[in-house]
Structure formats: structure tokens, C-alpha cells
């Protein structure tokens, strides 16, 4: 699976937990997935279970401090699948 | 090294700093916990009988919750003796500790502050100072829902995972659920009416979960909320208010 796909299937899981709109059209790896996204820090959990799910892929408690960009939700999916 | 620092400080402060918080609540707010001897003496029972760390959970309304908790389980001086059973927080930085003067009394009234949705590193190393302490023995309180309820009530599907990692991380804690709110909290605010009268309830937890990882901690987390909303539920069907709502599974 390329970055590109990767990427792309991350933002389409953020989606529905995005309540900035604005930020969500012009996401870029650099998007902060709290700060501009405006996800609510209580469901990144469920955001990061999402990937799990559809990377199926394991995601240890302490990866998830490491999240804070889409950028490094992608890096984390890449480096977990291989 | 610097929390064994923090904790001698704050037992040093402790007469003066718990007993000009309860003046504030009494004399200041007018505040009264109606059920307050009950409270104390399940308070008191649990702390005794403790074979294993024990971290308080509670809903969140106001922004002293915190000190509302405390007062409402245990007097002054018994904290001062039984200074552990003080529970350490975690309180919003830009709320608590944005002023040194804020600062200083976050440190003698054994705060950790915590950014929430701030870098996620600083979040993990405070919460993990905060599991360290209750591991020790160190009474903790944190409230499930990371923040003030903005409906008001308990929302489970809001439980902050991170509860749940802590309860994972900490061998044997044993969670004391902990509702308080008073006649005249309709939903949340800063301080609590004046004048108004507290009910608190407790009840004990020691959630499991099936699944490891992030699923577990999040089981974890929301098995407290859920209970949190049950003790809701029965202060409600008990004091009147806001009608009764299904809890969900």
C-alpha cells in the first residue's frame, strides 16, 4: 500500500469525527489532528481503532502519544504494516 | 525525586491550605454537603481497608469539583494525618496554573497540571506520573469525561481512554466511583450556586476487560463512566430533577 492510499484512507476515517470543516478540505500531512481537525481528544481512541480495524493492525497504547499530525498517523500505519 | 518533593511541600502547607479551601466552601460559598457523615465514614472505611491502589473517579460540573470531593469525603485535619488520602489531580493548565501564583498553589495542592489536547508526549508523562503516584499508595482522583460535562450529565461515549490506560497501568486499583452535584446544578459551571446543598454518593469499581491494548483501556474507561451514569440515574430518581435515562451498554 503506497503513502498516497494510506493517506487518503486515513483522512476518510478522520471524517465523521472532524468538526472543522475548513481544516478537513485542506488536509495535509501537517494537519493537527486536535488543533486544527478539532477531533475531540476522547475519541481519538475510537479514530485510532478505526485504523487498527482497517489496516488491521495493532496499535499499542503508547503509539498513540506519537499521533498528533495526520502525517503521523500515516507513519505509524506504514511502519506497522511492514 | 521532585513529586516526593511536591508531597513534603504540600503536607507542610496542608493545615493551612485545606482549612482555608473548606472556609471558602462554607463560610464563602455557603456550601453544605447534606449527606456529608455517610460520605465520610464510606470514605474513611475504603481508605482503611485498602489492600491496593485506590483512584477516584468522578463526574465533573464545576471547576473545583476537586476541592468539593475532598471536603465532602474527609475533614481538614484528617487529611493532614492521613495526608495520602488527599487525592492528587490533574487539572487543566490554563485554568490552574497559567500565573505563578496559580502555579504555587497548583504544586501545594498536589496538581499535576495536565494540557488537554496538548502534545499528546506531555499528556502521557503527566498521566504517567499521576499512575506512578496512586501506584505508590497516593490517593488520586480524575474525572472520566476529561473535562466539564457540557450537557450536564454523564456521557459515556465520552470517557477519556487515558482513565482506562491508568487503571491498566496501576496493579490492583481498585476505582471508587465518586457523584457529586448540588440541588441547584442544572448543568455545568464554574463554581457551584451559592447557597447550594451537595449530595455525594460512592461506589466501588474494579473494572476488567477481555481485550488488551487500546480497546481494553477504552473498555476500561467507559465500564466507569457507565457506572458514574448509573449513580447519576439514582441521585436523580432519589433527589428529583432531570428525568432517568437508559444507560447505555
Redesign the interface.
Known sequence: MTQSEIFDRVVKILTPYVKNQEALASVSEKTHI??ELKV???????V??EF?DAFDI?????D?????TVGNAVELIQAKLG | MALVLQRTLALAASPLTTLTVVLLLRVWLGLRVENRAEARRTWRALWRAREGPLLLCANHLTMIDSALIAWALAPPLWYVANFSALPWNVPERTHFASTWLQQVLAYLFKCLPIV??G???E??DTLARFGWLVGRGEAGLIFP??GRSRTGRVEVE????GVG?IVKSVPGCRVVCVYLRGEKQAEYSDLPARGDRLHVSLSTLEPKSDHA???G??DVARQIAARLAEMECAHFAKHGGQSVREIPS
Do not use: Y
Not at chain 2, 465520552?158 to 481512554?161: F, K, P, Q
Open positions: 486536535l488543533d475531540n481528544s476522547a475519541r481519538l481512541v475510537d485510532v481503532l487498527e495493532e496499535i499499542a497504547d503508547e498513540v502519544d506519537s499521533v498528533e | 488537554r489536547g502534545s499528546r508526549d499528556v502521557a469525561e476529561g465520552n470517557a477519556a481512554w490506560r491494548g487500546l480497546r483501556s477504552r
